[in-house]
């Protein structure tokens, strides 16, 4: 595990469009301050029960959050009966999240896993697949989306689900940046906004009450591309929320939920 002091983005930040900066990126000095950016009780009540009561309408069992952070929804599903395992490419969170989960009396089954390898590390099949926290946008190029997803696929039974989140990134690309930090950004004296914005990078930056300062390079997706790949992958239907919500106007939303099913249609099953 590293224990780099700093985030290594070299002399020019807005040039670092890598998947593998993630590493870089989750230092362990970011990693132990991540819970004051996310309040897990205020999230808990913005989110409402959606992602448990969308898990229990597929009648899934076996969760794999590829995604786990510092282990929010990990420890939710787990207190809601859910057999979960809890996946995350960087060594910090993960450990983070087996803590924090400790300390709510849950015991974590982790592991660290590269999506675009995801199989290797991660076996069995699993009822569904959450990748949260807008984590997906962490994949720079369009041949490791499509390997991420790939991955994700076929680590679902025939019928899984896979439930993806992003931010949106139409309305920051076309409007610029605004935020009403209802559901993710929930903590005290934290503030978050980016500092650069195109086509092909977001630059967030993280300040702290203590002033420190941390920063993520994303790449901003815009959400009929993301439901594109998703059905080139192999998906076949694709319901997107918007804050949670089913119906919503295209600007309004902070972020997309997409909530993708693997199995064909009945009346495709019908005719085959």
């Known amino acids: 595990m590293s224990d780099k002091k700093e985030q290594a983005y070299g002399e020019n930040p807005v040039k670092v469009r890598d998947t593998d900066q993630y590493k870089e990126e989750y230092i362990h000095e970011f990693v132990e301050k991540w819970d004051e950016l996310i309040d897990?009780?205020?999230?808990?009540?913005?989110e409402g029960e959606f992602f448990i009561e969308t898990l229990k309408e597929i009648g899934a069992e076996r969760v794999l959050d590829v995604a786990t952070g510092t282990g929010f929804h990990s420890v939710r599903l787990v207190q809601n009966g859910f057999d979960v395992i809890s996946a995350d490419g960087s060594p910090h969170?993960?450990?983070?999240?087996?803590?924090?989960?400790r300390e709510q009396g849950v015991l974590l089954h982790t592991r660290e896993a590269d999506w675009r390898w995801l199989n290797r590390d991660i076996h069995n099949k699993y009822d569904a697949i959450i990748c949260l926290g807008n984590s997906f946008t962490?994949?720079?190029?369009?041949?490791d989306r499509r390997k991420a997803?790939?991955?994700?696929?076929?680590?679902?039974?025939?019928?899984?689900?896979?439930?993806?989140?992003?931010r949106n990134y139409d309305r920051i690309l076309d409007h610029g940046f605004s935020s009403k930090h209802v559901y993710y950004y929930c903590g005290t004296d934290v503030s978050v906004e980016p500092i650069?914005?195109?086509?092909?990078?977001?630059r967030f930056k993280?300040?702290?009450?203590?002033?420190?300062?941390?920063?993520l390079n994303m790449f901003p997706l815009r959400k009929d591309y993301t439901r594109r790949l998703m059905h080139?992958?192999?998906f076949q239907t694709i319901n997107t929320y918007?804050?949670?919500?089913e119906t919503f106007s295209e600007d309004e939303p902070d972020y997309f939920i997409h909530v993708a099913e693997k199995k064909y249609p009945e009346e495709l099953n019908e005719n085959s």
């Not at 897990?40 to 913005?46: L, T």
């Not at 962490?138 to 041949?143: D, G, I, K, T």
């Not at 650069?196 to 977001?202: A, P």
């Not at 918007?242 to 919500?245: K, L, N, R, S």
């Open 40 to 46: 897990w009780n205020k999230r808990a009540e913005g």
């Open 93 to 101: 969170m993960l450990a983070k999240a087996f803590d924090n989960a």
């Open 138 to 143: 962490h994949l720079f190029s369009e041949r």
């Open 149 to 166: 997803l790939a991955e994700f696929y076929a680590a679902l039974k025939h019928d899984g689900v896979l439930v993806l989140d992003q």
């Open 196 to 202: 650069h914005i195109d086509e092909g990078l977001t």
């Open 206 to 215: 993280y300040k702290f009450q203590d002033d420190s300062e941390f920063y």
């Open 232 to 234: 080139e992958v192999g």
């Open 242 to 245: 918007g804050d949670f919500q």
